[in-house]
C-alpha cells in the first residue's frame, strides 16, 4: 500500500517498508513540506520535508555514492587504555575499534572520515586515533583535543600527523573552560587548521563574536545542538545563521539524538537543516554519522541515518555535495 500528494507538487511516496522520495525538476534550495491526506489516507506516515530538486531516492543504491563520514570516533581500549581519570567509560556497543569503523565504511560507501577525538574514554590522550589516521592508509584526517596554550610548533606536529583541527566541546567543559581559547583560535587561523566547535543551547554566543573577527576556519558539530521547542529565532541559532556571511564556518548535519525531543527520524529537528542550508548552502555543509553514538539514550544506526539524508536531500546532485564534494574540498582526501 502507497499513498501520494497531488501530482501538480513534488510528492512523497510512503511504503511500510521504506520511504522513497521523488521529486519534479524544481530549484533546489526551495524546501517543501509534502502534504498526506490523512482523512483519505488513515495509514499513512508522518510528512517529510524534502529540499526540491531533481531525482530519486533509490534506498537499495544510496549506500554506493561515495560519502566522507565528517564525524566519527574511534575507541579500542584493548589495544589504548583509557585513562584512568576520565569520568565516562565507553563499553559494550559504544566501543568502535579503527577495524569496525573500516568495515562500516565498506559496507556505506564511505571512502573517508574525519575523525573527532571523544572526551569520553581518552580525553586529550589522541594516541588511538592518531593509530588510525597513521594505518587508516590514506582514509582519515583528524580533529584533536589540544591545550589551549599550545604553541605553534605543537600544532605543527600534530598536523604534519594528520590532524586537521581542534576540538573545542562547551557541551562537556562548560564555556568558562574556554574563557582563553581566542588565543588558540589565532594559532589556528595562521595554520589554516579549523576550530571544530560543539555547543548546545546558548554557547555559541560567546564565540560567534571571535568567529567574526578571527580569521579562522570553524566546524561547527551537529546543527548547533539547537533547542527545538525555542524555534527557529532562538537567539544562538540565529547568531549562527548570521556566520554564514563569513564564508568560513561549515556545519555538520548530523547528531540528531543529542538535541531532538523526539526519536528517528527527528522531525523536529528538520527545520533548524533547512534553514541552515538556506542560509550556507550546501557549499558549507556536510554529512556525519557520529558513530558509535557514545552515550546514546537509544539505539542508533548507521544505514537509516544514510538514508534520512536521502529523504532530506532526494536530489543527487545535492548529496554529491553534502557527502562528497563539500568535505573533500574543506579536507583535501582525494585531489
Not at 554566543?205 to 578571527?214: D, S
Request: hydrophobic share 40%; glycine share 6%; net charge positive.
Amino acid at each position: 500500500m502507497s499513498y501520494s500528494t497531488n501530482a501538480r507538487a513534488p510528492w512523497v511516496e510512503f511504503t511500510q517498508s521504506e520511504l522513497l522520495v521523488q521529486v519534479h525538476r524544481q530549484p533546489m534550495a526551495a524546501f517543501c513540506l509534502a502534504e498526506t491526506d490523512s482523512a483519505r489516507h488513515p495509514h499513512a506516515l508522518n510528512t517529510y520535508p524534502v529540499f526540491q530538486g531533481r531525482g530519486r531516492i533509490n534506498a537499495m543504491h544510496i549506500f554506493d555514492e561515495p560519502k566522507i563520514d565528517c564525524h566519527a570516533h574511534v575507541l579500542d581500549p584493548v589495544k589504548f587504555p583509557y585513562g584512568r581519570d576520565i569520568a565516562y567509560k565507553p563499553a559494550g556497543q559504544e566501543i568502535g575499534t579503527t577495524a569496525q569503523l573500516i568495515q562500516v565504511m565498506k559496507t556505506y560507501g564511505v571512502r573517508h572520515a574525519l575523525l573527532v577525538q571523544p572526551n569520553s574514554g581518552y580525553g586529550n590522550d589522541n594516541s588511538c586515533m592518531l593509530d588510525a589516521i597513521a594505518k587508516g592508509e590514506g582514509r582519515f584526517k583528524g580533529i584533536a583535543i589540544i591545550d589551549l596554550q599550545a604553541n605553534v610548533a605543537t600544532l605543527k606536529e600534530i598536523q604534519a600527523r594528520g590532524i586537521v583541527g581542534a576540538a573545542i566541546n562547551p557541551t562537556f567543559h562548560g564555556n568558562e573552560y574556554y574563557r582563553q581559547a581566542d588565543s588558540l583560535m589565532k594559532r589556528l587561523a595562521d595554520l589554516d587548521m579549523f576550530f571544530n566547535l560543539q555547543v548546545e543551547n546558548d554557547q555559541l554566543l560567546m564565540f560567534a563574536p571571535w568567529i567574526e573577527k578571527i580569521p579562522v576556519k570553524v566546524l561547527i558539530d551537529h546543527v548547533g545542538r539547537p533547542t527545538p521547542p525555542a524555534g527557529i529565532q532562538q537567539p544562538a541559532f540565529q547568531a549562527m545563521l548570521r556566520l554564514a556571511k563569513t564564508r568560513r564556518v561549515n556545519v555538520k548535519i548530523s547528531g540528531y539524538l543529542k538535541f531532538t525531543k523526539g526519536s528517528y527520524p527527528f522531525e523536529d529537528c528538520w527545520p533548524f537543516v533547512r534553514t541552515l542550508v538556506d542560509a550556507f548552502t550546501l557549499d558549507h555543509c556536510m554529512w556525519a554519522s557520529d558513530w558509535p553514538y557514545l552515550r546514546a539514550r537509544e539505539r542508533q544506526d548507521y544505514g537509516p541515518l544514510v538514508q534520512l539524508a536521502g529523504q532530506l536531500f532526494p536530489n543527487s546532485d545535492d548529496r554529491r555535495k553534502l557527502f562528497w564534494d563539500t568535505p573533500n574540498r574543506l579536507f583535501k582526501f582525494a585531489q
